[in-house]
């Protein structure tokens, strides 16, 4: 028994922390489909919940103003980001580096309650002195932004670390321009972790409820926000169905990123042999 319990000690763990982790999304996957309201037991399959989802005008229209939001958010965050560790990888030396790096970071170990809070306060005392800007889904934006901004950073500098600098020097060896030596050899090279710092900038603030609190006006809820409403009130199987909506369009949203980037490491290390055999044949004497 405790040769058997040390050979698979192991595997029992693993399996015990994955039942902990992913049995919960099973529960709710499945009673999504309970053809009554009951949590605890399970009276026949039906699509009666994803059917009173589509007519539940909040949901709608809470979950339109979320990709809205996480799109603008991930690009604005992926773009930010890039030019920020752009700045931190490659300028080692410059007044006020510590800083700037300090102000980036900040966000990533920062209690959003209190990201969203100081966030607020400035959006009032800015209305109150300039007349704007209304709370709504350009505030939950800049809210956003500035935590994606952060992970995105974190994302684009480890690519930038890894990536070998030996191909920009022979760029511009060879009479590339700055400019040219970016688009032309950086970002193609950074494009991978660019997607991921978009695609997590995406799904923070898709589910962000904190600062989403703090920021949207009357009236104006994104998908995270009202399901916490429902969900408050009392069970209501409709979450359930969007909730496993969403589970189901992040998989995909990874799966297939997954796929794109296997595609892409195999397609460069064809290239990398096929410039190696190159150069081996060219060296070789005739």
Same mark, same amino acid.
């Given at each position: 028994m405790k040769a058997w319990f040390e050979k698979h000690f192991g595997k029992v763990w693993m399996a015990v922390v994955y039942a902990f982790l992913y049995m919960p999304l099973l529960f709710m996957v499945? /009673?999504?489909?309970?053809?009554?309201?009951?949590?605890?037991? /399970?009276t026949g399959f039906s699509f009666r919940w994803y059917e009173a989802l589509t007519k539940d005008t909040k949901i709608v229209e809470g979950f339109?103003?979320?990709?809205?939001?996480?799109?603008?958010? *991930?690009?604005?965050?992926a773009v930010l980001g890039t030019f920020a560790a752009f700045v931190l990888v490659r300028y080692r030396r410059f007044l006020g580096r510590t800083a700037f790096s300090g102000m980036v970071n900040a966000p990533l170990v920062m209690p959003e309650v209190v990201i969203g809070l100081s966030l607020l306060l400035l959006m009032v005392g800015a209305q109150n002195v300039f007349g704007w800007p209304e709370r709504g889904m350009f505030t939950i934006i800049l809210g956003h932004t500035l935590l994606g901004m952060a992970y995105g950073m974190v994302v684009v500098q480890s690519r930038l670390l890894e990536m070998n600098r030996s191909i920009e020097e022979a760029a511009m060896d060879l *009479?590339?321009?700055?400019?040219?030596?970016? /688009?032309?050899?950086?970002?193609p090279n950074i494009a991978q972790g660019i997607l991921a710092a978009f695609l997590l900038s995406f799904?923070?603030?898709?589910?962000?409820v904190v600062i989403s609190e703090f920021l949207s006006g009357p009236g104006v809820n994104t998908l995270p926000q009202v399901i916490f409403g429902y969900a408050r009130r009392g069970i209501n199987p409709t979450i359930y169905a969007a909730a496993t909506l969403l589970i189901l369009t992040v998989t995909?949203?990874?799966?297939?990123?997954?796929v794109w980037v296997a595609r892409q490491t195999r397609k460069r290390e064809r290239e990398i042999a096929a410039a190696t055999r190159a150069g081996t044949t060219a060296i070789q004497p005739a």
């Open positions: 499945v /009673f999504s489909f309970n053809s009554t309201r009951q949590d605890a037991n /399970f339109w103003l979320s990709v809205q939001v996480a799109l603008v958010t *991930g690009v604005l965050s *009479g590339a321009r700055p400019h040219e030596v970016f /688009f032309l050899i950086t970002l799904t923070l603030s898709f589910d962000d995909i949203v990874i799966i297939s990123y997954s």
